[in-house]
């Protein structure tokens, strides 16, 4: 389900402190999905995870220098993306509303494939819901746990959150998430 | 541990987060509690579900996208970034420039005498043919320079309307009108480039007289016509007035210019008038214009040419009157200014 974790890491990182003109390309183009993922399942808007996601990419190619390499390189993006995602919602600087039917239709036809489109289904559109009505803190611990895999540990990095907190927040929205999709459990 | 906090620790439990004396603590608690273990079950089958939500792939044209804005920008274009506006705002700012420079030019010319003189030279050229295609009309040997007044009329439907206009403005705009009788002898022009040409020709009669003479039968078209119009008694303003192409409106203005010009010397001006009216009246003729000046009353009068004789006759009962300008020879209708002084 998702792309594996760039294993050449740092060999990315040598090559874009090199200087090499295709290191940060190969860069994004590794990352770009993950990254606009956790853009578009938090903001709800293609237009804006797009903005977000490619400011974000920005972002880590001019602090390059100050990445310290004692994380994987992913978190690192990841946190950079949370924070860009989570300070455009709390500002009043968005220009859509989030919530609602038309931000969940546009979540849905962010990026479709052609044989995804047509099995879309109830429970997907659902599935869709349920996590964009999420609160935001609960929301994006959910996404990085439950749609990009990541671990506890590399969760309460990127949030810089106390493990317990993670934890705290992951349970609440499940058990929210439960709640909203009882009817579609056995 | 209650159920309370063991499902606190189911999610971390489904994920083997917890410590394994957590983990044992929970086992525990599910091994004797169904409740919490319908909890656990729902729990997985909900994480579970959210294991099947699509994910997400980035636009078509991302990572270009991505690469042309990180891309520093050369400092020429910064730099052109920070002078120039954008075109949306550019245009309409290089549109108002345009028409604000082409209104301050209109206004400049016709408020500067000098632009006006400078486009001078060539109003002649366009002018000459003109009188030219005037002349076979006219059948009179005049020289073309004294044209004007004929080649007007044709023209005077078109500029009739701003004929009046400028009549009506000189009359006003030039409060201390010269007399006619004065400014006949001494054009006295204005130090307007254009008096030269203008002045004599349009207010003294007297010079044309000489150079106009064999055209009575023209001259007298020209006048009937213009009697059904007001006109200005003294055009002297009209020299001094800087219009744009002086020359060209004077050649096409051509007023009925008076045949005679004559002072009179009463000692009451009103009854002087009144005399004057019953004598112009006996004769047949009528009066076209009167103005009142300050130390006279202008009269302007048509006397038919037979009559004209007893209506000298009569004038000098009323006064002492002299001719000051006349023509040799005299139209059919005689247009007389009279000045009663």
Same mark, same amino acid.
């Given at each position: 389900m998702r792309e594996a974790e760039a294993g050449d890491a740092p060999r990315f990182l040598d090559r874009l402190r090199a200087g090499e003109a295709a290191a940060f390309e190969d860069l994004v183009m590794t990352y770009q999905h993950r990254v606009f993922g956790v853009a578009l399942r938090m903001l709800g808007n293609a237009a804006e995870a797009q903005e977000v996601a490619q400011e974000a990419f920005i972002r880590a190619h001019r602090a390059l220098g100050d990445f &310290?390499?004692?994380?994987?390189l992913s978190t690192w993006l990841y946190a950079i993306t949370s924070r860009l995602c989570l300070n455009r919602l709390a500002s009043?600087? &968005?220009?859509?509303? &989030?919530?609602?039917e038309d931000a969940l239709l546009r979540l849905a036809d962010a990026a479709p494939r052609p044989d995804v489109a047509l099995e879309r289904s109830e429970l997907e559109a659902a599935l869709q819901r349920a996590v964009a009505e999420l609160p935001e803190d609960g929301r994006i611990v959910v996404v990085l746990?439950?749609?990009?895999?990541?671990s506890y540990e590399e969760i309460a990095q990127v949030l810089e959150l106390p493990l317990g907190t993670v934890r705290s927040r992951l349970h609440r929205a499940r058990t929210d998430l439960k709640d909203k999709l009882e009817r579609f459990l056995p | 541990m209650t159920c309370h906090e063991a499902r606190e620790w189911l999610s971390a439990y489904i994920d083997e987060a917890l410590a394994p004396e957590e983990r044992g603590r929970v086992d525990a608690h599910l091994a004797s509690c169904a409740a919490c273990r319908r909890e656990l079950a729902s729990l997985r089958q909900t994480v579970a579900l959210l294991q099947r939500v699509q994910p997400v792939r980035a636009p078509v044209g991302f990572v270009d996208r991505v690469i042309a804005a990180a891309r520093p920008r050369p400092w020429y274009r910064r730099a052109a970034d920070v002078v120039l506006f954008p075109l949306t705002v550019k245009l309409p700012l290089q549109v108002t420039a345009a028409v604000m420079v082409g209104l301050l030019a209109v206004y400049l010319f016709e408020r500067s005498p000098e632009l006006q003189q400078a486009a001078r030279p060539e109003t002649p050229r366009s002018e000459a043919p003109a009188p030219s295609r005037e002349r076979p009309a006219a059948t009179?040997?005049?020289?073309?320079?004294?044209?004007p007044p004929e080649v007007s009329s044709p023209a005077r439907g078109v500029t009739g309307e701003r004929d009046r206009r400028d009549a009506a403005r000189s009359q006003d705009t030039a409060p201390p009108a010269p007399p006619p009788s004065a400014a006949?002898?001494?054009?006295?022009?204005?130090?307007?480039?254009?008096a030269p040409i203008v002045a004599p020709r349009e207010v003294g009669p007297a010079p044309e007289a000489k150079t106009e003479a064999p055209s009575g039968n023209v001259g007298a078209a020209a006048r009937q016509e213009a009697e059904s119009r007001p006109r200005a008694?003294?055009?002297?303003?009209e020299t001094a007035r800087?219009?744009?192409?002086a020359p060209r409106l004077a050649a096409k203005r051509a007023r009925p210019l008076a045949d005679v010009v004559t002072s009179v010397a009463v000692k009451d001006r009103d009854g002087a008038e009144r005399e004057l009216a019953a004598l112009i009246a006996r004769v047949g003729g009528s009066v076209a214009e009167r103005r009142s000046e300050e130390d006279a009353t202008v009269v302007e009068a048509l006397i038919p040419h037979p009559r004209y004789p007893e209506f000298s006759e009569g004038l000098t009962r009323i006064g002492s009157w002299q001719v000051e300008a006349g023509r040799p020879a005299l139209p059919a209708q005689i247009r007389v200014i009279l000045r009663l002084q």
């Open positions: &310290r390499g004692d994380a994987k009043g600087e &968005r220009r859509l509303v &989030r919530q609602g746990r439950d749609l990009e895999g990541l | 009179r040997p005049a020289p073309a320079v004294q044209a006949a002898p001494t054009p006295a022009p204005p130090a307007a480039a254009p008694f003294d055009r002297s303003g800087p219009a744009p192409a």
